[in-house]
Structures are given as structure tokens and as C-alpha cells.
């Protein structure tokens, strides 16, 4: 490693690059190997980091050693350890050693795919790893480059709801005369339980707030959306002169797991016309296993459906797939050409240029760690991937439904468990199972959120996080039990 | 490294992590050590990777060792490669080690961020390192936290352009009364030098096309934005009953590097009370020079801020920093606080959570990279490294200047010269340039652009990739006029 010096560095000089790096990996791998001995969720106060840290910036270089030591020191304490076996919060952002790889390749590289000159592999990849990824899921050919769609890598589930919101509005606009006024006159639906993003990018886009409807879920449906309250809110409002334009559909809610029931949606949504995209987030992954691929059924009503396999398809941050049936409506919506961009490759309209298919120019370069994620493991350890953590789920689950102190409150479809401590008065449900939480997220020992649906307060735990086993989850249940011990000594006084 | 084998690899063994990791290390500091061999510009034909791959994902997985010869036949002649010594078109993606050190860091924790619970070193180290570009370009304390503002990592100048409009667009709006309808009377203002993301950006938010107004730039004031017929434009939409709410001004344009006057276009901001945002995306990092501060002057009479690190400040892609004057516009526009991200923190209103600062959840901890480019090189290095770069555009500058046969179209400001090979005849012009540009960007010995502005088409000759040194620069003057001799035979017969 370079010393700390005030002559004038190579930012870029392959030695240095490569002893640097090597430190780097070695100062990673330790990280993986002590990941259990941090407390899972970070204990630290608010502001620990402006403590510790110079208000400004240094005016000579600094060493690598002093550097890493101060990640050490005090970045290390102020992270909650997503990468450890014992993260069971929100969904887990699964990492892998091939998605790793893929990532350094993006970043060495450094390339800028916005348009397919610039990089051709970048685009070109991206758009082969869309249809192998596609083709995993059994998406009609209607999705994929190879049939008459094509699919897109976005950061984030909330990019790819934008994009697919401004295409819907814009297609809407057109339709309706191309008076903008009329977009205060647009209408978009999702259940209640629909991710929180979707009335944040519908807004993003310009729909006003009034104009969003969430249709109500209920235990009787397990919080899956029923298409009969979407069919009436639609006739509803074509009643009172609105346009509705766009629904979304979730397999796999946050808070506890849901399914809509995409066939159904399907036919409403086509049958009054409106743009159907389908969030299968977290979900989507296990959808590769012909057993789950059922979640899909419907697929071929809906014009654009996302997954992320940032989630749980061991890709590292960050990765959401975007296939849609006809990206001529992503195009029209997001293309622009300036003058400082124009080469013949577009011209010819023979390419991808995918900066007509995303919110920015830039792009990295992600396509690479996706295609190595995949063939690093193959579909076989993919599909085993997935079915190993559901088989943990429900050894977990089965734990949780043969203590009696305890209730599965939404039954489990993957790898949720929605479950609580029952109260003795339905009252303290609330706060004994918060207090519950509490004691065993302080614990440092395992990290879970909550979630809240027909009004009943609930622990969430998710299996998934990469480096989970079988005994992470007997210690969790032995956590849960003692922390549940003690507290209901106290509720039962 | 691992064989190819059927049995279920281990996704994140520390031992095969370490050496998978170290031999992809090799790759890259090979790739760096070869980079000159490569033609600059890919010469694949469109399609050529699909010829080349399979149409589906392997069942079976792949070894690293055949990942990587793949790489190298496949993907790397399908790279336009961006960190060439000769690469000199759009602007620079300039990468260092250090930070590449930092996406290893960010990619290794792979934590998501989106609020202070769910990583505390992310939002905070995110946080004092804004704290810290700020001050090394003079922003006011108005604009930092440890001031009454803040900033925050963005992957794109486009997304900050999304989100201070949406924040603009809402705080117009509830001043209007808050009837969503209004947003058709909302109106834009840049200039028509002003980056395609503005526009994309507007409509996006949902800002009618008809409402964008493109202040017309020329050869007068070297392409910036004249405030006189700004405020006469403003006038003339008041006058209209429309509702000017938001100005973009610009520190070197994309086609010819132009700044506009922040000063004056501040005060025009200021008096009709529109959001005044600066992007300052690629010449944003010369300010922390003071001899290139000048640029900024006037930036206390702006809302909001923006330049790319990821350009020309030795951070790999993506990284955008933003700060805006009244982070509580940004949060009223985008915020939202579901049930399952409720926690005792964000309550306490004494964090800031990011996810509320921009488009998406997820978020990756781009603050390490940022500031592990900061502290290994020191503010002493980082200025070195602009100053060398505007050197070098100097001598360049000066090379084409005293050649009679070529002419620099709009002065240099920083690292971009704009020029063109004198046409005998003037309507020759646009068609000997292109041809001249082809002719060396077909050579793969260097890779350049062209923009057009005042109806004159030129070559952009940007300096800034991170292993650029004086030598490649007189190739690239050699290369030039080899071309343009043999050219000017063919045009002078």
C-alpha cells in the first residue's frame, strides 16, 4: 500500500490499482467472516458520525491504512449489517460473490451506455440478459427483444413505475386530443397495500393526488386486490368524466406479502383500457421455480411487469428488470435527440438507444453483473437458491404455528411470516408486540421490521439475506421465545 | 478459482470471494495496462453480441475463468472505452482507484440506506461529505447542513433536475392555493444551450410542453443566457396569466461549454420569485480553484445546486451532488412515511431520511465512494489534477489556433475547445467537419464529438479522462491534421 505522501498521486495507476484493491478485498472477505459479532442493527446515536469525523476536507492525501481503519472505527458500527445471516427486516438486499464481481467489472470499466454507440456491449448485453432473465420467468414472447417487446435494467421499482406512468400518460394525453389540460383528468389504481412509491411517482408525473385510488383489502381477500371494487371505482369516476389510465398490480406487498390476482386485474384493466404493470419486486425472483411461476398467470394481460434482482436474486445493489410489450410508448414518452447525440447508429433506428427508456442519460453499465450472477450460478443453483429460503420459511413458520402464545396473522406465501404474539386483551396487541420488536431488534442478535394491515400490528420476518442458515433461524425463535417469555410475565400481572 | 461444477456453489464464501475477487482484479489492471491498444470507439456492427451468445441462461454454472475469456472476446471489443487516454468526446466519466476502492466498499456492505435507522453511516457520512464539496466550492453556509440547507447523492444531474422541479412545481402550486389544475399554467425558463434533461425532466413532472420556454443563446454572448430577454419572457407569460416557477441556468453547456451569468439570471429568479437551480455538472468541479470560483459568483441567489463528481472529480459513476437552500421543499414533495418504515428516529425528525430527497427507495451508499476520492487524494491533489487538465487544454487550445487551416469557433472556457477546419467554401462547412470527425473517429486512435451551435457545426475535443497525458494529445493533433490534409485535398480540387 502507498504511503501518505503530498506529492502528486496517479489516480489511476494499474500497481497501485491492484495493491490497493487486493487491500480492499481482503478488508471485505474479513468483514463477511465477523459479520455475525456486529450487532445487526446499528446501536449508534443520532449525529455519532459528526462527531468523529473533521468538518471539512482534508488539503493533503490520506493512506489507505488510515483510511480503512477509520471504516473500521467508524463507519463499521453506524451500518445495520443487511449482509448479516440475521437480517429478517423489510426485503433483504441479497448480495452474492458473482454479483461482486459483476459490479467491480461495471466500475472498472466506467463506461456510460446512454445511447448504443457510446457502448455497444452495454446496451447489447443488457438487452440479451433482459430476454434470458424474461425467459426464466416464462414471459410471453410479447416482453422480450426476441419477440416483440423488449425489457430495460433501472435502478429501482420506482423508476421503472415513473417511466411506465409517463408512457401510460402520455399514450392517454394522445389519445384524448393531446390537450395536457386533460391530465388533471387522469385516474390511477393500486390497492391499499400497493408500495408507497406508486402514489409518490404518480404524483412525480403530475397526477393529482385526488385522482388516486386505492382500492380497500381486507383479511377475506389475504389483502390481495379484488378486481370487483377496481371494476365499480373505475365505472365510478368514467361517470363523473375522468380517464382511468393506469393500474398496479403487486405480487408480494411489503408489509405482508400479498398477490393480486393478475388475471382477473387483467381483464378489467383491458377491458376498460387502461395500462396494467405488474410489481413483482421481491417476488418475481421465486417465479423462476415452475412451482411459484403461478403468481405470474395473467402476465399476458399487463403491458409492463418489474422484479428486482437486487432483492433476492443475489445481485448486488442496485438491479430492477423492466420488461414491457410495446417500448415504442417508453420511447415516445422519454426520447429526445439532440444535436450533440446524433450518430448514424440511431439514426438507423436499428439499435437500442436506452436513454429513451429510463428517467437519465447515464447508465452503468449493470447488465454485467446480472448475465454473471446468472451464469455464474446457473438456473439450477438459482432455482435452488430459492427453494432452500422457502424451505426455511416454513421450518420457521411451522415453529411459530406450534407455539400457542403465538398466531400466523396473514398466512405466508414465499418467505414472510406475518405472525404476532397474541395478547391476552386485543387492546395491548400494539404495543406488546412493538415492545416485543423492540427487545429483539436492541438485542443486536437479529433485525426485523413491522407491518400493519386491517388495523392489526405485526412482526414481518423475511428470509433471504444471503448468508442465512438453518441455525440463524433457531437462534431467532430461541431470541423471539425469551424476549416473549419475559414480556408476557409483565402483560400477565 | 473454482471449476465448473454442478454441485450448489456457496453464494458468499469468504475464501472463494477472496480469490474470485482478486483474479477480476488482475482482469481490470490488465485492462487499464492494454487500454491504448483498443480502438477508441467500438467497431462492432449492431447485433454482433447476440451473434455471439446464447439465447437463454445456462442451467449449469459457469467457471469464472470462462466468464472472464468471454469478457474479454466478446464484451471488450464491444466497449467504447471511456477510460482511454484518447477518449475526448461527450464529457469525460473520469475514474480513479480510489474511487473504485469506494464502489468495492459500497458494493461489499451492499446496505440500502433509505432512512437513517436502516444504515446510520450511510445517511450521516452522506451528510458530512456534502458538507464537505460544499465548502471546497465556497457554497454558502445557506446551502449546508452545517448552515440552514443540505445536500444529497443523486446518480444523475436529471434526477436533481426531477426533484427540485417537483419541489418547485408543488411550493408553486399551494401558493396558488393548492388546486392541481394550475399546473398547466406553470412555465419553465432555460436557455436553448440548456442540457435535453431539462426538458425531459419538465415533461416528466408533468409541465406542458407548450409551457417550456428556451431563451435563445448566440455567437454575441458566447451562448449563455442573457437575462434581458429572460425577464422579458417572464413578463410576457405574466402577462398571459400563466405561472413562471422555475429557471435552469447552466455552468458549461453541454455543445460548446458555455456559462451562463448566474449573477444576473439570480436576480431576475429572485425578483419574480421563481426556483432558481444551477448545474453545474461537469464544470462544477474546477470551483474548488479559486481562480475558477468566479463561475459560482452570484450561486447565493439559487435555490438549489448540482455538479457531477462522476465527470471530471475522479469518481466512478454515478454521483451527482445536490444541495438545495430549504430541504423542507424537497421533503414536502416527495416524502411519504408508510406504517412499515415507522420508526422511533424518523419520528423524532432529528435525521434526515433520504429516501424523501429523491425519486426512489433504495439507495446505494454512494457517500464512500465520494469521500474515500477526496480523502486519497486531499483537496491539494484534487486542484492539481483540474489544473493539469485545463494545462493541457491550453497547449491544445493553442496547437489548433496557430493553424491557419482551423479555426476555434466559441472561446474555451475550461477543457472543452470547439473547433472546426475552415471550409473554402462556408456552405462546405457542416459536411468536410463531419467527414474530418468520422475520419478520425474511424481510426479508433481517438474518439471525439461534434456539436452545432449558431447554425455551425464543430468538433468537441474535451480533456479529462484520467490517464490523459500531453503525448496523447499530440497524437491526437497529428491524427487531425493527417486527416484534414488528405480532406482538404479532396475539397480543394
Same mark, same amino acid.
Given at each position: 500500500?502507498?504511503?501518505?505522501?503530498?506529492?502528486?498521486?496517479?489516480?489511476?495507476?494499474?500497481?497501485?490499482?491492484?495493491?490497493?484493491?487486493?487491500?480492499?478485498?481482503?478488508?471485505?472477505?474479513?468483514?463477511?467472516?465477523?459479520?455475525?459479532?456486529?450487532?445487526?442493527?446499528?446501536?449508534?446515536?443520532?449525529?455519532?458520525?459528526?462527531?468523529?469525523?473533521?468538518?471539512?476536507?482534508?488539503?493533503?492525501?490520506?493512506?489507505?491504512?488510515?483510511?480503512?481503519?477509520?471504516?473500521?472505527?467508524?463507519?463499521?458500527?453506524?451500518?445495520?449489517?443487511?449482509?448479516?445471516?440475521?437480517?429478517?427486516?423489510?426485503?433483504?438486499?441479497?448480495?452474492?460473490?458473482?454479483?461482486?464481481?459483476?459490479?467491480?467489472?461495471?466500475?472498472?470499466?466506467?463506461?456510460?451506455?446512454?445511447?448504443?454507440?457510446?457502448?455497444?456491449?452495454?446496451?447489447?448485453?443488457?438487452? $440479451?440478459?433482459?430476454?434470458?432473465?424474461?425467459?426464466?420467468?416464462?414471459?410471453?414472447?410479447?416482453? *422480450?427483444?426476441?419477440?416483440?417487446?423488449?425489457?430495460?435494467?433501472?435502478?429501482?421499482?420506482?423508476?421503472?413505475?415513473?417511466?411506465?406512468?409517463?408512457?401510460?400518460?402520455?399514450?392517454?394525453?394522445?389519445?384524448?386530443?393531446?390537450?395536457?389540460?386533460? $391530465?388533471?383528468?387522469?385516474?390511477?389504481?393500486?390497492?391499499?397495500?400497493?408500495?408507497?412509491?406508486?402514489?409518490?411517482?404518480?404524483?412525480?408525473?403530475?397526477?393529482?393526488?385526488?385522482?388516486?385510488?386505492?382500492?380497500? !383489502?381486507?383479511?377475506?381477500?389475504?389483502?390481495?386486490?379484488?378486481?370487483?371494487?377496481?371494476?365499480?371505482?373505475?365505472?365510478?369516476?368514467?361517470?363523473?368524466?375522468?380517464?382511468?389510465?393506469?393500474?398496479?398490480?403487486?405480487?408480494? !406487498?411489503?408489509?405482508?406479502?400479498?398477490?393480486?390476482?393478475?388475471?382477473?386485474?387483467?381483464?378489467?384493466?383491458?377491458?376498460?383500457?387502461?395500462? *396494467?404493470?405488474?410489481?413483482?419486486?421481491?417476488?418475481?425472483?421465486?417465479?423462476?421455480?415452475?412451482?411459484?411461476?403461478?403468481?405470474?398467470?395473467?402476465?399476458?394481460?399487463?403491458?409492463?411487469?418489474?422484479?428486482?434482482?437486487?432483492?433476492?436474486?443475489? !445481485?448486488?445493489?442496485?438491479?430492477?428488470?423492466?420488461?414491457?410489450?410495446?417500448?415504442?410508448?417508453? /420511447?415516445?414518452?422519454?426520447?429526445?435527440?439532440?444535436?450533440?447525440?446524433?450518430?448514424?447508429?440511431?439514426?438507423?433506428?436499428? /439499435?437500442?438507444?436506452?436513454?429513451?427508456?429510463?428517467?437519465?442519460?447515464?447508465?452503468?453499465?449493470?447488465?454485467?453483473?446480472?448475465?454473471?450472477?446468472?451464469?455464474?450460478?446457473? /438456473?439450477?443453483?438459482?432455482?435452488?437458491?430459492?427453494?432452500?429460503? $422457502?424451505?426455511?420459511?416454513?421450518?420457521?413458520?411451522?415453529?411459530?404455528?406450534?407455539?400457542?402464545?403465538?398466531?400466523?396473522?396473514?398466512?405466508?406465501?414465499?418467505?414472510?411470516?406475518?405472525?404476532?404474539?397474541?395478547?391476552?386483551?386485543?387492546?395491548?396487541?400494539?404495543?406488546?408486540?412493538?415492545?416485543?420488536?423492540?427487545?429483539?431488534?436492541?438485542?443486536?442478535?437479529?433485525?426485523?421490521?413491522?407491518?400493519?394491515?386491517?388495523?392489526?400490528?405485526?412482526?414481518?420476518?423475511?428470509?433471504?439475506?444471503?448468508?442465512?442458515?438453518?441455525?440463524?433461524?433457531?437462534?431467532?425463535?430461541?431470541? $423471539?421465545?425469551?424476549?416473549?417469555?419475559?414480556?408476557?410475565?409483565?402483560?400477565?400481572?
Amino acid at each position: 500500500m502507498t504511503s501518505n505522501s503530498e506529492k502528486p498521486l496517479h489516480p489511476l495507476d494499474p500497481v497501485s490499482f491492484t495493491d490497493e484493491s487486493k487491500a480492499v478485498i481482503d478488508f471485505i472477505a474479513d468483514y463477511y467472516k465477523n459479520i455475525e459479532k456486529y450487532p445487526v442493527q446499528s446501536k449508534v446515536e443520532t449525529g455519532y458520525l459528526t462527531a468523529k469525523l473533521p468538518d471539512s476536507a482534508p488539503y493533503c492525501p490520506d493512506s489507505l491504512e488510515d483510511i480503512l481503519e477509520d471504516v473500521k472505527e467508524s463507519i463499521l458500527p453506524g451500518l445495520t449489517h443487511w449482509q448479516s445471516p440475521s437480517f429478517f427486516a423489510y426485503y433483504q438486499a441479497s448480495s452474492s460473490t458473482a454479483g461482486f464481481l459483476g459490479e467491480m467489472l461495471c466500475s472498472g470499466f466506467n463506461v456510460v451506455g446512454f445511447n448504443w454507440i457510446s457502448s455497444p456491449a452495454a446496451t447489447e448485453l443488457e438487452s $440479451i440478459v433482459l430476454d434470458w432473465m424474461g425467459k426464466m420467468l416464462k414471459l410471453p414472447s410479447s416482453f *422480450l427483444f426476441s419477440g416483440t417487446g423488449g425489457g430495460v435494467i433501472h435502478g429501482t421499482t420506482c423508476e421503472a413505475v415513473v417511466c411506465t406512468l409517463a408512457a401510460a400518460r402520455d399514450k392517454a394525453l394522445r389519445e384524448l386530443g393531446g390537450n395536457w389540460e386533460n $391530465i388533471t383528468k387522469l385516474v390511477v389504481y393500486a390497492s391499499d397495500q400497493t408500495h408507497f412509491t406508486f402514489r409518490k411517482a404518480a404524483k412525480l408525473v403530475g397526477i393529482p393526488p385526488s385522482n388516486f385510488r386505492l382500492i380497500q !383489502t381486507s383479511f377475506a381477500t389475504e389483502f390481495s386486490m379484488s378486481p370487483e371494487p377496481l371494476r365499480l371505482a373505475i365505472e365510478d369516476d368514467i361517470e363523473s368524466g375522468l380517464v382511468p389510465f393506469y393500474i398496479c398490480a403487486t405480487i408480494g !406487498t411489503t408489509a405482508c406479502g400479498a398477490v393480486d390476482p393478475i388475471a382477473e386485474l387483467g381483464k378489467a384493466a383491458n377491458k376498460y383500457k387502461l395500462w *396494467l404493470h405488474i410489481d413483482a419486486a421481491h417476488a418475481g425472483s421465486a417465479c423462476i421455480c415452475p412451482e411459484f411461476r403461478h403468481f405470474l398467470d395473467g402476465v399476458e394481460l399487463a403491458n409492463s411487469v418489474s422484479m428486482n434482482p437486487h432483492k433476492w436474486f443475489l !445481485t448486488n445493489m442496485d438491479c430492477c428488470c423492466l420488461w414491457v410489450k410495446e417500448p415504442r410508448y417508453l /420511447v415516445d414518452s422519454l426520447s429526445s435527440n439532440p444535436e450533440y447525440l446524433e450518430n448514424n447508429a440511431s439514426k438507423s433506428k436499428a /439499435v437500442v438507444d436506452y436513454k429513451d427508456w429510463q428517467v437519465a442519460l447515464s447508465r452503468r453499465f449493470r447488465a454485467l453483473k446480472l448475465w454473471i450472477v446468472i451464469r455464474r450460478h446457473g /438456473v439450477a443453483n438459482l432455482m435452488h437458491h430459492i427453494r432452500s429460503d $422457502i424451505s426455511l420459511a416454513k421450518q420457521f413458520e411451522a415453529l411459530v404455528a406450534k407455539d400457542d402464545r403465538f398466531e400466523i396473522v396473514v398466512p405466508r406465501k414465499l418467505v414472510l411470516i406475518f405472525f404476532r404474539l397474541k395478547p391476552k386483551h386485543e387492546l395491548d396487541s400494539g404495543e406488546l408486540n412493538c415492545k416485543l420488536l423492540d427487545a429483539i431488534n436492541s438485542s443486536g442478535r437479529a433485525f426485523m421490521t413491522h407491518g400493519v394491515v386491517g388495523g392489526i400490528y405485526a412482526i414481518r420476518c423475511v428470509i433471504g439475506a444471503t448468508l442465512t442458515e438453518e441455525r440463524h433461524l433457531k437462534d431467532l425463535w430461541n431470541l $423471539i421465545q425469551e424476549k416473549a417469555r419475559f414480556l408476557l410475565l409483565q402483560y400477565n400481572e
